[in-house]
């Protein structure tokens, strides 16, 4: 059958019935990129390149806080500009970043994943890989 996308309904049945098999877990729900409000339901927008997490884990890095423009607020928190990435799509989270990986090369293959064209693509690249070479594609 494949993929299909879900209509606004269903994101909120689906979040409506993973945030009551979450009460056993514990985990923090989030989506990448969805337009509607799941918070009702105990799921928040998610970012994978995210500022907010940045700042809560590594707050005594100087050199990232200044770059995030972080600065302490009123009360001990922090307070930044966001800084979107403009070319991630409208309801994306994430902020700007550099690539730092190289396409076809994860073995993961994840029917998702925009860094790998083809299963194929990435068997090739992985078969001259050595781990004491400093890239993961031979040149």
Known sequence: MGWQDFSSETMQTFARELQIMNREWGLELTTCG??????PW???HGRCIDDRLMVRLFSEDRKLMAFLGARPA????????YMKDK???KECGCIVS???GMYNTCPHLCR???AN???SAVMKNRQGHAST???IVPF
């Open 34 to 39: 969805e337009s509607i409000d799941l918070s």
């Open 42 to 44: 105990g799921v928040e």
């Open 74 to 81: 009123l009360f001990g928190k922090m307070e930044w500009e």
């Open 87 to 89: 070319g991630q799509r």
């Open 98 to 100: 550099k690539d730092i």
């Open 112 to 114: 998702y994943c925009y």
């Open 117 to 119: 064209t083809s299963e």
């Open 133 to 135: 070479n400093e890239s």
